[in-house]
């Protein structure tokens, strides 16, 4: 069975540009074995991930993730089960909300700057699908037919 489950954190530190993509790479390298699909947004010190996969995979992701002492603040925005990915090619897409357009934080939100904790679970997936509609995902890597969802 598919779930899709969104969530939001806050670092408890500064992250740099060097340690997200340090991030990134971890999650390409490991989430393909498990089944997981997704993407990372962030804006600052505030992020939101969503992944996709196996329930029994995500749910343990999920937990890691929780238990990370460089988070905090971790809250669940959306969980669903689903029929099919929406982001079945992405191991781990990456999104820098701060190089976007405000206009489209705007559409969501009360203000341009990224507050998943101020809006609804289905705001923050319908983002989703629109940075994913204006490429504005990056980090796309596609699956070898042999990989397993």
């Not at 390409?28 to 992944?51: D, R, W, Y």
Request: charged content about 15%; overall charge negative; glycine content about 6%.
């Amino acid at each position: 069975m598919l779930v899709r489950l969104l969530y939001a954190s806050r670092a408890v530190d500064s992250i740099s540009q060097e340690e997200l993509l340090k991030i990134l790479s971890q999650s390409k390298a490991h989430n393909p074995e498990s089944g997981i699909t997704g993407v990372l947004c962030s804006s600052g010190q505030i992020f939101m991930q969503l992944l996709e996969g196996g329930r029994m995979q995500v749910n343990a992701l999920y937990n890691q993730i929780a238990a990370d002492r460089r988070h905090k603040d971790v809250v669940i925005l959306s969980y669903e089960e689903i029929f099919e990915r929406r982001f079945a090619g992405w191991s781990m897409g990456l999104v820098n909300l701060e190089r976007l357009n405000p206009a489209l934080l705007l559409k969501y939100s009360e203000s341009a700057t990224l507050n998943p904790y101020a809006v609804s679970g289905v705001a923050s997936m319908a983002l989703f699908d629109d940075l994913m509609a204006t490429a504005s995902i990056m980090g796309q890597a596609s699956y070898s037919s042999s990989a397993t969802s």
